[in-house]
């Protein structure tokens, strides 16, 4: 496993073994607080929260994400582009459901989970690997192509935002990392909003 890839789980599997230690402090003081929520919101929140997980099974997916995109990436990245890909999906889905979950849609649910960067290293995944097949756990013999999964994940989770179904799941978060995921591309690519000074790989 790639360093950095072996390093965030890790962290993430550390960090959810001492959650059972320390009980809803560290929720209180990490998770990413929506505006009016009741909770503090902090600066380090955006990036903290993305450390936290509610449960094994929530841990469990978003691990094994990270194992299957992050380690083909970092493969092909050097180890501070591949961090800097995921820190930055993880900020922009934080700033994502604080604005619209936060300011919109009123939310007051505190947001824990790897998602955000999850999402970022999928839309990754998908730009550089396209036509690379990406099962689904609950339909094994069902081949999809990354750039379609990505697509087609990606308007499940809007309408599934817009409609506020699934409650309890942040899909702004899920987009806002998507945005991220991109966003990070395209500076080390040197293309669109951030010019052309950085060569491509």
Same mark, same amino acid.
């Given at each position: ?15 959810? +073994?001492?959650? @059972?230690? #320390?009980?809803?402090? *560290?929720?209180?003081? %990490? ?7 009741? &909770? $503090? ?49 993880? +900020?922009?889905? @934080?700033? #994502?459901?604080?604005? *619209?979950?936060?300011? %919109? ?7 824990? &989970? $790897? ?50 179904t699934a409650a309890g799941v942040a899909h702004f978060a899920h987009l806002g990392g998507l945005f991220g995921g991109w966003l990070a591309v395209q500076y080390f690519r040197g293309r669109g909003l951030f010019g052309s000074w950085?060569?491509?790989?």
């Open positions: 496993m790639p360093p950095i890839t072996f390093a965030l789980i890790l962290l993430n599997v550390l960090i959810y +073994v001492m959650s @059972a230690f #320390t009980g809803p402090d *560290i929720i209180r003081t %990490f998770a990413l607080w929506p505006p009016g929520s009741g &909770g $503090a919101l902090h600066i380090w929140q955006l990036v903290t929260y993305s450390f936290l997980h509610g449960s094994l099974l929530h841990l469990g997916f978003n691990m094994l994400a990270i194992w299957m995109f992050g380690s083909a990436l970092e493969r092909i990245w050097s180890d501070l582009r591949y961090l800097l890909t995921y820190l930055m999906s993880v +900020v922009v889905a @934080a700033m #994502t459901q604080i604005v *619209i979950s936060g300011y %919109f849609l009123h939310s007051a649910s505190p947001v824990i &989970g $790897a998602s955000g960067g999850v999402f970022g290293l999928l839309l990754a995944y998908a730009l550089y690997f396209p036509n690379n097949a990406i099962g689904l756990i609950f339909l094994p013999f069902v081949r999809i192509p990354a750039r379609t999964f990505v697509i087609g994940y990606g308007l499940l989770e809007l309408f599934l935002g817009v409609t506020n950085v060569r491509r790989r």
